[in-house]
Structure formats: structure tokens, C-alpha cells
């Protein structure tokens, strides 16, 4: 089961009534920790430590073998210090830090506008998030650990062709009332899954309702709870503690626009009488607990592809899409396995990015591939291979291995027409750029001259971005 | 009978008075002048062939033949009584004939050419003289060390003569001291640039093999159809394959496409760094003094070593043991 909320808060988990306090804990954990969200000052923090161990004295110190000093000496223990509580560990590790007080503040980067990111003229412009936009980012877990935004003054991210292009798309099917329905592909480290939090930020900030699944494994792989859904046939599943989870995120983050926006049915189905023309917030707020979360998800679902309504563009956004692209992890009563598009949330984002599902003032529908996370998924392999060369008119279009027998026809027919986006390195230019951006953050010790660029653009591969990080921030060099 | 010589000039004197005493017991001259295979000369007949090198026993000694050709003699007067052969070198009785003789020679030649112009050692042209090794095997004689090294002042001396006035008997002479494989006359020959703008470079190291084409461009390297970040996960060997134009500036002058096989990541990284600086040799030899200093010409030759036998790994002693 994924711990709700918590895993990302900053603040240091309580080992009893986890659950329950984690949810109060966890947003205002934010504002809190804001003063200072990369101090080590907690985890020193003996007061918070004693507290929990007063309460558990079961098992302060790590068991296991104890080292002895000396022959004659017995029952000496080395103290090795207190082990971290319980899910201490893994809430280090998905510790977002977004600021380092060392870095320099670059004053020549601006804030990210509305217009920012769809006009051509901004490419290879750094700019940096603003702070409205920098908590809807974290509520909807767009930043990633493993991106390196711990080490700049402020999270900025660099406007490239893909993201201009990208944006474009979006803003014209919106034009249009219509749905731009993209695949971001490309080679590990390309920036795919920050080209998601350059969509959703200009999502944000041009007030649109943005739905974001950061990570699509937790769906498949069997660790949230599951449960059949009455009434269907062929039999589909809902995720509830995970909707519940996902309806929280998107009520914080989408907070402003959610309460400007009402309904347009009744729900008698929900646990809570939500009147026609109460606003979408009070619809999401009707879920406190997992059980009728799924119910409450999918009145809100409705609402919000309500033909004729008055509705902002909608962003609905999925990280490591090969996860959904394959048969899960749960199984059935029968105890066969169950497709991923038979589970329910899931058969709501593949449907959006199939084209059935119409947003009445259009929106956007886009998933990322992941290269280093990811199962394998054939069909979804081969469907974006021959995406991308329908989209280059190139006269040979990638064919099924005859031979081969796990390819998937659901897959297949749910990427059929899908436009690809492949992310690629970025250009000299744009490399430039973003490694003058390092040099005034202080993080890049030499000089940003024609050599420099070439010399970090040739050693990641061609301008892929991760790599050219590795390559120029994060080696040591004695 | 040995030649003890504490110099140079000791050496050639002792040569020269056994040289007097050896002429002093000929019987004849005639019977050195005959040129027939009387191999108790220390002379080679057909020079070098190790065959004729072999010493053989003189044939039996013709009295009656001997009385015959003594001239002034009245038939049936006097006849030959006594003869004995006589060696062709007055060395021949030394420990080292065959090298007193060269030795002899190249004095004569040094004293008969001493005067004609000469010019520093430094200019005249490189030459590898032949390592007292491969002298005492081509001689067969044991020849000493400190008596080849005068023999090689000599050699030195004559080879500074200048060139355009040497004579063809110095030439001759100095030739049979020239090692057979001249390294510093080995040119190599540079890796062409082929039609399509490409020049090719094998590099190798540990177990690995790159074989690298270079073109001109604008700085994209695959190596076996990937990029450069796909291939290598380390930044220091992504460092050290395009290392020959790093250290060049060339870095964005240049396309690499490779192929590498065998070894693990560092040997492969490293071959690619020989292969392309060798590509980047053909196609600007004058950075050959740039790409040495970078460390991108010479072939690392260290492989693994091997296992030895009382020995856990290469080195590694077993662990001791008290019983």
C-alpha cells in the first residue's frame, strides 16, 4: 500500500496513528518546512526522537549481532546510534528540495509567464517557476528526487524546442476545442518528465485543471489496494486508497479554479448529497476515506467532461507510461492476471489518450516514457516506432516481429493515433544557455566559451540534458 | 693464445706483432696464394653463409706436387720434405679471429680515410648499429664487450664521414655493423583519407580492439551505433574515448563513427582513444607532437598478468597460517 501523502512531506513521520496524521501533516508540512526544507536540523532533532521512543520503548537500538572489543570484556556494546523509525528512510529518499541557500540567485532569469513557454522566440531562454506554481508542482509530485533541483537558488528550467512545440500543440487543440493527445518519447535523460512539469506549469498558470499521475507504476504493480467494481462487465477494478490520494493532490493543487467551477448533476451515487451548482471543490471534499473515493472520482470525472458546461481546458498528465502498457500485477478472484486496462483510473487516462473521451473546451492528454524504470512493453514500443515514422512520412513503417507472441492488441489499438513527440538532445545553443544559467548559479567553476559547450554537449551523448548534468555538475574533479 | 689488451691502442698492437710472428713461419707464400678450399683460413669464402664459416680439415700435402712447383730446382735434385699448412689470418690462432680481423680491417680503413672531412655525429644519418648480442651471433665468436665498443668508436668515426666523399670500402665495411631492422627508418606510412572524406585508425588496448572513421563535422560520435552517453555510462571513459580530439581542440571539428569489440569498458574506452588519434593523424599529421604529449600515440602494452603458481592471485600471497 502506498503510504498516503506522507512519503513526500518534508516533515519527520510519527510512527503511531501514521495515517491519520500524515494527512494534516502533510501540506501543512510544506509552509512549515518552507524556512528551511534542506536543514539536516530534524533529523538531529532529539526532542522529536525521544518523544517516539517514549512512546515505543520496544527495540531502541538495531538489533543484531554485537561487535565484542576484547577477550575478557564482556557485554560491551558498541552503540551505533538509534535506526531511523519506520518509513524515516524511505521519506529521505523522496525528499524534494527545492532551494540551496549557497547557490547563487541568478537575477537575469525571469519568472515563468503564461506566454512564456509557446513563444518561439523564448527558446534556449532559462526561466525560472514561480512560487504559486512551485507548490502546485509539489502537491502534484511533479518534481522528482532525482532531479537535481536541490542544487540551484531556484527552480528554473530551460525552454527548448520540444517544450515550445509541445506547448504550441496544447494551446492550439484548446484553440480548437480539442485535445492534444501526445507521447513524449526519447532516450533516458532527454528530459521527458520535465517536459510533464513544463506542461503542467503552463497549465497552472493559465488556469487549467491539471491532473497529474507522477508515477504510473504505482497503479500496476500491485501495491495499492484493489477492489472490483459492482455492476460491470467485462469486470473492472478501482484503486481507491489511490484515487483518494490523487483526489487530495488535485483539490490542493487545482484549489482556485476547482471553486470557480460547479456542477452540473446530481451524484446520488456519492456518500454526500453534493446539490446541482455546488462548486467541483465541494464534490472532491466528499471523499474522506477511501472507501466511495473511486465513486466520488468518477462524478468528478463526469463533471469535468460534462459536454456544454462551462469547463477550463483540462491537463491530464501520466509519468512512465510503459507501466500502463502491459498486463499488471493483480489478479483476479480466478487468480488470472489482470489487463492494465481493466483497472479502472487507468482505463479512464487511456481512453482520454485514445481520443474517446471529449473535454468540452478541449485540453490535453500527455504521457512520458520512462527509460529507467520501465517494463518491458512491446506493443507500446512498436506503436511509438511507428508513430514517429507516419509522422516523418518515412515510406517504411515498422512492422510486428511475425514470430514473436507478446505483443498486445489493446495496447496497440489504444496508441493508434497518438501523435509522438521525441525528445531529443538540446542544441548547442540551448546548451549554452543552460550552462551559462549553472555558471551564474556558481555551480559551474569554469568559463562558459565555445570550447566548454562543445566539449560537455559531445561528452552527454549529443545535448542530452542529464547527461551533460553528470557530465559538468555532479563529477568530481580533484 | 688470447688477446689481452687493456686498450685500444694495446689491442692493435698485440693484433699486429702476432700478425709478424705468423708470417715469420710460412713456408711459402704460394701455397697462401692458392685459392682453393683450404678452409684453414679464418676468412668465410662466401661471406655470412654459416656453412662456409665452418672450419674444415686442410686436404693431405702433396710433397711430390710441392717439389714441382719450387722453381729452380733441378728435376729429381731437391725434393720437399717438410710442409705444414698455414692459416690464411694471422689471427687465426686467437680466440676471436674472425672479429681481430675485422677489427684490423676497419683500423686500416680509419687510418687511410682519416683526413677526409667530417661532420657531427648528431647529423650524420641515424643509424642502430647491431647490439653486441647480435654481433657475437652473427661472428660466432665470444666477443667482449668493452673490445666490441671499440670496435664501435671506430665505426662511429668512419660513419661521420661526410657523406658525399664516403668511400664505397667504408660503406661496405660500416654495413656489416648495421643493425637489420633500422627503427628510426621505419616512416610510417600515414592512414589515407578515402573519397568520402574519411580516415580510418585501428587502436587497441587490453582486450580490446576500435577500429575508428573519422570525418569532418561537427562534433557526434557513435561508437557500434550508439551515442556516445548510451555507450558509456562513465563520464571518465566518455573522457578518455574522445580524449585525442579533446586534448586537440578538435572536439567540434570532427564526426567519430567506431566499432569496438572485446574487453570490458576502460580497455574499450582507451582503444578508442588510440584509434581515433590515429585517424586524427591522417588527417592532421602536424598534430602528431600534440597527440603525444596527450598521451594518444604509444600503445599501453600492460595486460593482465598472470596467475603465478603458490600464489592466490598474480601477487597475492596465501593467507598465513600459523600450523
Redesign the interface.
Known amino acids: 500500500m502506498s503510504a498516503p501523502n506522507s512519503l513526500r512531506c518534508l516533515a519527520r513521520p510519527s510512527t503511531s496513528n501514521a495515517v491519520s496524521a500524515s494527512l494534516s501533516l502533510s501540506f501543512s508540512g510544506l509552509r512549515i518546512g518552507a524556512a528551511a526544507p534542506f536543514s539536516t536540523t530534524s533529523a538531529r532533532d532529539s526532542s522529536i526522537a525521544k518523544k517516539s521512543v517514549n512512546r515505543e520503548p520496544a527495540a531502541p537500538y538495531r538489533a543484531g549481532k554485537k561487535l565484542k572489543i576484547g577477550k575478557f570484556k564482556k557485554n560491551k556494546v558498541v552503540e551505533r546510534g538509534k535506526a531511523p523509525l519506520p518509513g524515516e528512510r524511505k521519506a529521505y529518499r523522496k525528499k524534494i528540495v527545492l532551494t540551496n541557500d549557497n547557490a547563487l540567485p541568478v537575477k537575469w532569469v525571469q519568472e515563468m509567464g503564461p506566454n512564456h513557454l509557446q513563444d518561439v522566440n523564448n527558446v534556449g531562454k532559462v526561466v525560472s517557476l514561480p512560487d504559486a506554481v512551485q507548490d502546485q508542482l509539489r502537491i502534484s509530485e511533479a518534481f522528482q528526487p532525482s532531479q537535481s533541483w536541490k542544487m540551484f537558488r531556484k527552480p528554473s528550467t530551460l525552454i527548448r524546442e520540444e517544450t515550445v512545440q509541445m506547448v504550441s500543440k496544447m494551446e492550439k487543440a484548446v484553440g480548437n476545442k480539442k485535445t492534444a493527445r501526445l507521447v513524449l518519447a526519447g ?3 532527454t528530459g521527458k518528465s520535465l517536459l510533464l512539469l513544463q506542461a503542467q506549469a503552463h497549465a497552472y498558470l493559465n488556469g487549467w485543471i491539471v491532473i497529474h499521475v507522477p508515477d504510473a507504476q504505482e497503479l500496476t504493480t500491485a501495491c495499492t489496494e484493489y477492489a472490483p467494481i459492482p455492476d460491470t462487465n467485462p469486470v473492472q477494478y478501482m484503486q481507491q486508497n489511490y484515487v483518494l490520494k490523487l483526489l487530495q493532490s488535485i483539490k490542493k493543487a487545482n484549489e482556485k479554479v476547482l471553486s470557480k467551477i460547479f456542477t452540473v448533476s446530481s451524484h446520488p451515487e456519492l456518500p454526500q448529497n453534493i446539490p446541482v451548482n455546488s462548486p467541483l471543490l465541494a464534490l472532491i471534499n466528499a471523499a474522506k476515506e477511501a472507501e466511495g473515493a473511486w465513486s466520488v472520482f468518477h462524478a468528478l470525472w463526469q463533471e469535468l467532461t460534462a459536454q456544454n458546461a462551462n469547463r477550463p481546458p483540462i491537463l491530464f498528465t501520466l509519468d512512465g507510461l510503459a507501466h500502463i502498457m502491459r498486463i499488471s500485477d493483480y489478479r483476479s478472484p480466478a487468480f488470472e492476471l489482470i489487463h492494465s486496462h481493466d483497472l479502472s483510473f487507468v482505463r479512464t487516462f487511456v481512453e482520454a489518450l485514445q481520443g474517446k473521451t471529449n473535454f468540452p473546451n478541449g485540453g490535453a492528454v500527455i504521457a512520458a516514457t520512462s527509460r529507467s524504470n520501465a517494463p518491458r512493453a512491446p506493443s507500446m514500443e512498436l506503436a511509438i516506432s511507428q508513430r514517429i515514422a507516419e509522422q516523418e512520412k518515412n515510406p517504411e513503417v515498422p512492422k510486428s516481429d511475425p514470430y514473436f507472441k507478446g505483443y498486445d492488441e489493446r495496447v496497440e489499438s489504444s496508441l493508434k493515433t497518438v501523435e509522438v513527440l521525441k525528445v531529443k538532445g538540446v542544441s548547442r545553443p540551448e546548451a549554452r544557455s543552460v550552462m551559462e544559467y549553472w555558471a551564474a548559479s556558481g555551480l559551474l567553476r569554469a568559463t562558459v566559451d ?2 566548454q559547450v ?2 560537455k ?6 545535448g ?1 540534458l542529464g ?1 551533460m548534468e ?2 559538468a555538475l555532479l ?1 568530481m574533479r580533484i | 693464445m688470447t688477446l689481452q689488451a687493456s686498450s685500444r691502442h694495446g689491442l692493435s698492437s698485440a693484433l699486429r706483432s702476432l700478425e709478424h710472428r705468423l708470417q715469420s713461419l710460412r713456408v711459402n707464400g704460394s701455397i697462401t696464394t692458392v685459392k682453393s678450399r683450404r678452409c684453414l683460413s679464418t676468412e668465410p669464402t662466401s661471406s655470412s653463409t654459416p656453412e662456409s664459416a665452418l672450419v674444415r680439415a686442410a686436404p693431405e700435402i702433396d710433397l711430390d706436387a710441392l717439389s714441382r712447383r719450387i722453381p729452380k730446382v733441378p728435376p729429381g735434385g731437391l725434393k720437399v720434405q717438410y710442409a705444414r699448412p698455414v692459416p690464411l689470418s694471422p689471427s687465426y690462432f686467437a680466440r676471436t679471429a674472425r672479429f681481430n680481423d675485422k677489427y684490423l680491417a676497419l683500423e686500416k680503413l680509419l687510418k687511410t680515410y682519416e683526413n677526409l672531412p667530417i661532420i657531427p655525429y648528431s647529423e650524420t644519418e641515424r643509424t642502430v648499429w647491431k647490439s653486441l648480442n647480435d654481433f657475437r651471433r652473427n661472428v660466432g665468436e665470444p666477443v667482449k664487450a668493452s673490445e666490441y665498443v671499440k670496435c664501435l668508436e671506430i665505426i662511429k668515426r668512419l660513419h661521420q664521414i661526410h657523406p658525399k666523399l664516403k668511400p664505397q670500402a667504408v660503406k661496405d665495411a660500416l654495413s656489416d655493423f648495421v643493425r637489420s631492422v633500422q627503427a628510426f627508418q621505419s616512416n610510417l606510412t600515414a592512414a589515407p583519407i578515402d573519397k568520402f572524406g574519411r580516415a580510418i585508425g585501428n587502436g587497441r588496448r587490453k582486450a580490446s580492439t576500435a577500429r575508428a572513421f573519422l570525418v569532418e563535422g561537427n ?3 557513435l561508437i557500434n551505433g550508439k ?4 555507450y558509456f555510462g562513465r ?2 571513459d ?2 578518455s574515448a ?1 580524449w585525442a580530439l ?1 586534448a586537440t ?1 578538435r ?2 571539428k570532427y564526426n567519430v563513427w567506431a566499432t569496438v569489440e572485446g574487453g570490458g569498458t576502460t580497455g574499450q574506452a582507451e582503444a578508442l582513444t588510440l584509434a581515433i588519434s590515429k585517424a586524427l593523424m591522417a588527417h592532421e599529421p602536424a598534430l602528431k607532437p600534440a597527440l603525444r604529449r596527450a598521451g594518444c600515440v604509444t600503445r599501453d602494452p600492460r595486460r593482465v598478468e598472470r596467475k603465478k603458481h603458490g600464489r592466490v592471485k598474480a601477487r597475492k600471497g596465501p593467507t598465513w597460517v600459523k600450523r
Open positions: 532516450d533516458k535523460l565555445e570550447h562543445t566539449e554537449w559531445v561528452l552527454s551523448g549529443g542530452v547527461e553528470r557530465a563529477t | 562534433g557526434e560520435v551515442t556516445l552517453a548510451e563520464v571518465h566518455r573522457e574522445v579533446h581542440g572536439l567540434d
